[in-house]
């Protein structure tokens, strides 16, 4: 089948590997284009351009496509059977959608119609759902909106972090594009009323609220893994919050309660076990603790 691939990050990688290892024709793979990144801004190509050039590719990179009539007519001349899109970062105008005989294809990282949007791993962590997994579905003008074609399910457990979740749904992602490119599945439409959203995140989402309960800033850690990640601050220094797990205790919301940095949260309380200062080492908390004393009472987040 002639495709193709439209992807950015890690996350995509997988699914564009196994398209070529199946042996479809990929006429073009389009991703970001390459940005500065870094402590010293090096100009650097995203995980699909690194690994779409290694495999001898085309790689195009528009910065913008929705009014770069240019770049959708060259789209429309690859004469595609169909587009697959995975986490590519730009919004496909109507005209491109429709281009491809068998339309564009979407690897969405939830279970649609929840978590619809740019942060669907994260949410789903931070909501405290108990599964979420991956939907191809045919994609339309709606955020996400079209209609599904595959879905497998994953387990969140309470060890569950983004990390962890992202390497397993890319790997699922990648099956199942096979799957819909060589079965051609019946659509099924969402529902509706089931539709969630998950928006983009920020830096300033992982500031930890120390009046939240235990149970919530747990989620919000590992969720946030391995970004934007979640922070507090001590002693006027922002402080990394890498790992930590609830456990009884009570007292001031972000007040340190004994000397194994367990923190008290709106409701019992979490003890921190991995941390870091920016540009130093991450250390487990017994190790960051004799370096760094922080006695009971002190309080963080201040």
Same mark, same amino acid.
């Given at each position: 089948?002639?495709?193709?691939?439209?992807?950015?990050?890690?996350?995509?990688?997988?699914?564009?590997?196994?398209?070529?290892?199946?042996?479809?024709?990929?006429?073009?793979?389009?991703?970001?284009?390459?940005?500065?990144?870094?402590?010293?801004?090096?100009?650097?190509?995203?995980?699909?351009?690194?690994?779409?050039?290694?495999?001898?590719?085309?790689?195009? #990179?528009?910065?913008?496509?929705?009014?770069?009539?240019?770049?959708?007519?060259?789209?429309?001349?690859?004469?595609?059977?169909?587009?697959?899109?995975?986490?590519?970062?730009?919004?496909?105008?109507?005209?491109?959608?429709?281009?491809?005989?068998?339309?564009?294809?979407?690897?969405?990282?939830?279970?649609?119609?929840?978590?619809?949007?740019?942060?669907?791993?994260?949410?789903?962590?931070?909501?405290?759902?108990?599964?979420?997994?991956?939907?191809?579905?045919?994609?339309?003008?709606?955020?996400?909106?079209?209609?599904?074609?595959?879905?497998?399910?994953?387990?969140?457990?309470?060890?569950?972090?983004?990390?962890?979740?992202?390497?397993?749904?890319?790997?699922?992602?990648?099956?199942?594009?096979?799957?819909?490119?060589?079965?051609?599945?019946?659509?099924?439409?969402?529902?509706?009323?089931?539709?969630?959203?998950?928006?983009?995140?920020?830096?300033?989402?992982?500031?930890?609220?120390?009046?939240?309960?235990?149970?919530?800033?747990?989620?919000?850690?590992?969720?946030?893994?391995?970004?934007?990640?979640?922070?507090?601050?001590?002693?006027?220094?922002?402080?990394?919050?890498?790992?930590?797990?609830?456990?009884?205790?009570?007292?001031?919301?972000?007040?340190?309660?004994? #000397?194994?940095?367990?923190?008290?949260?709106?409701?019992?309380?979490?003890?921190? #076990?991995?941390?870091?200062?920016?540009?130093?080492?991450?250390?487990?908390?017994?190790?960051?603790?004799?370096?760094?004393?922080?006695?009971?009472?002190?309080?963080?987040?201040?």
């Amino acid at each position: 089948m002639r495709v193709a691939f439209m992807g950015s990050p890690d996350f995509a990688v997988p699914a564009l590997q196994a398209i070529h290892n199946a042996g479809h024709d990929i006429a073009a793979v389009y991703c970001q284009p390459a940005r500065p990144a870094g402590r010293g801004q090096a100009v650097r190509r995203c995980p699909v351009h690194v690994v779409a050039d290694h495999l001898g590719l085309t790689v195009r #990179t528009p910065a913008r496509l929705r009014s770069d009539p240019e770049a959708q007519s060259a789209f429309a001349a690859l004469n595609l059977d169909a587009a697959v899109v995975a986490a590519y970062g730009l919004i496909l105008p109507p005209a491109m959608l429709q281009t491809p005989n068998r339309g564009c294809l979407n690897i969405h990282a939830s279970l649609l119609p929840r978590w619809r949007g740019a942060a669907p791993i994260q949410a789903a962590v931070l909501a405290g759902d108990l599964e979420t997994g991956i939907t191809v579905m045919q994609m339309e003008a709606g955020l996400d909106t079209g209609p599904m074609l595959l879905r497998q399910s994953v387990a969140i457990t309470p060890d569950t972090t983004t990390a962890k979740l992202h390497e397993t749904l890319a790997a699922i992602g990648a099956k199942l594009i096979l799957l819909a490119l060589t079965a051609s599945p019946p659509p099924v439409p969402q529902r509706e009323a089931d539709a969630t959203y998950a928006p983009k995140l920020s830096r300033e989402d992982g500031r930890i609220v120390w009046s939240n309960p235990a149970e919530r800033i747990d989620r919000q850690i590992r969720a946030f893994d391995p970004w934007p990640g979640t922070f507090t601050t001590f002693g006027g220094n922002l402080l990394k919050i890498l790992a930590g797990k609830p456990t009884d205790g009570s007292g001031a919301p972000g007040t340190v309660l004994d #000397t194994a940095l367990t923190v008290a949260c709106g409701s019992h309380a979490i003890r921190l #076990t991995r941390v870091q200062f920016p540009g130093r080492a991450a250390l487990d908390a017994d190790a960051f603790l004799r370096g760094n004393p922080v006695p009971p009472g002190t309080v963080l987040g201040q």
